[in-house]
């Protein structure tokens, strides 16, 4: 414990050698240094950092599949991974970004009719007005979700949070589709 007689006892103070105030080489603790890292899905254009939500729903309006892509890249990249597994008798209204000969032919070997069309196209595929005003389901879509704050303000840096958030507010929206009202 220390000396009988009441006094304390005095330590002797640990010195480094080089007497750098530092005594740890390398970089400060939460700094490991990796460049490109994860990816965040976070791009940069006029507005500042941007994500774009890419989202399938049901006739319903309810999400299906989710994904996410920083906010300069074009909406093509990810239909790949969205539109993979799609039934035979279901009919695809996209947005005129999604109008490209190569997303046309995709949708075309699964079975589905896609429905969308850019108006600077040479070849004008046959087009439904009427089929083509269902694309508002996922416009409701996104405003049902803009009302959870998280998902509306992006508070989350990783991007796997981000979707996870996503996720969970569209399973809050399937529940709330879904529950007895009585």
């Not at 508002?136 to 992006?154: G, M, Q």
């Not at 958030?165 to 709330?176: H, P």
Request: charged content about 30%; overall charge positive.
């Amino acid at each position: 414990m220390g000396p009988t007689d009441g006094r304390r006892q005095r330590r002797t103070r640990r010195r480094n050698p080089d007497d750098r105030q530092h005594f740890h080489p390398g970089a400060p603790a939460g700094c490991d240094g990796k460049k490109g890292g994860p990816d965040h899905c976070l791009g940069r254009s006029r507005g500042g950092l941007t994500t774009k939500i890419h989202v399938v729903v049901d006739a319903q309006g309810l999400p299906i599949r989710i994904g996410l892509t920083a906010g300069q890249t074009h909406d093509g990249q990810i239909v790949d991974r969205l539109l993979k597994h799609l039934g035979p008798r279901t009919i695809v209204l996209a947005d005129k970004a999604y109008d490209a000969d190569r997303i046309r032919e995709m949708i075309q070997e699964q079975g589905p009719r896609p429905i969308s069309r850019k108006s600077n196209r040479k070849w004008k595929p046959c087009f439904s007005k009427r089929l083509y005003r269902e694309r508002n389901l996922i416009e409701r879509f996104f405003s049902k979700l803009k009302h959870f704050r998280r998902v509306a303000t992006r508070y989350d840096k990783l991007a796997a949070n981000f979707l996870a958030m996503i996720q969970l507010a569209s399973m809050r929206l399937w529940l709330r589709a879904y529950e007895p009202t009585t």
